[in-house]
């Protein structure tokens, strides 16, 4: 997982929003993903953006897409104390090919303070 | 249930002991996928099966893991031999389709945390 990167950790107060940030490296990941990983659970998935979308929008969560620069972040905005969880970006590698895998970022974990 | 169930949820063993982990992908599912989630490597992909084709075995740290899906469906993954360092959370994820084209969202099961005392 270390080709893609984010931060370790971030702390924000219930209310406010939620800025996480990812960097890839693959320049041809077609479509990019933000998984949510609650304490003893599995991943869930949260959301995806296609490569060809600069933003996406879904309810409390607005992901923005800078292919320039292979950034990639999530906002979440009135951020809940259940949105407290660690989040995975993640990018798809071997599209068209024999096989999609996940190559996934080394976790944000969102700690949100009542 | 109609999510990916994986068993056990939990499994301690002895160092040099076998281990088979148990993955039931959802339903209709042709695509299914291990990965491996552990303090010192993050997320990694282990091993991918599609169909009937023959499965993707890039990611598999060793000779010692090996993987199996019978029908088309259910998948076990066996690690032989085990080392402390296989201990880890095992992750088993299914999506509709894996390749040719299109790509698909890839759903996860709960894990199985394998400990190696």
């Known amino acids: 997982g270390e080709d893609v990167e984010q931060s370790l950790f971030l702390s924000v107060r219930e209310g406010d929003s939620s800025v996480i940030n990812c960097t890839y490296t693959d320049s041809s990941s077609t479509y990019l993903y933000w998984y949510k990983q609650e304490p003893g659970a599995g991943l869930q998935l949260l959301t995806y953006?296609?490569?060809?979308?600069d933003m996406k929008q879904d309810q409390r969560l607005t992901v923005l897409l800078n292919k320039k620069d292979k950034h990639l972040s999530l906002r979440i905005a009135d951020t809940q104390t259940g949105d407290s969880a660690i989040y995975f970006c993640a990018e798809i590698r071997g599209y068209g090919g024999a096989t999609n895998k996940l190559i996934f970022g080394t976790g944000t974990l969102l700690a949100v303070q009542p | 249930g109609a999510g990916v169930s994986q068993s056990p949820s939990n499994k301690v063993t002895e160092k040099g002991k076998d281990v088979e982990l148990r993955c039931d992908p959802i339903s209709g599912h042709t695509a299914l996928y291990w990965y491996r989630q552990s303090l010192g490597q993050g997320l990694e992909f282990l091993i991918y099966f599609q169909g009937n084709s023959a499965p993707d075995k890039s990611g598999l740290p060793s000779d010692r893991f090996s993987a199996e899906r019978t029908g088309g469906s259910v998948s076990t993954l066996t690690i032989q031999r085990t080392q402390q360092e296989d201990s880890a959370v095992y992750l088993c994820?299914?999506?509709?389709?894996?390749?040719?084209?299109?790509?698909?969202?890839?759903?996860f099961g709960p894990g199985t945390r394998l400990l190696v005392l």
């Open positions: 953006i296609f490569s060809n979308m």
């Open positions: 994820a299914s999506s509709p389709r894996g390749a040719g084209g299109r790509v698909e969202t890839q759903y």
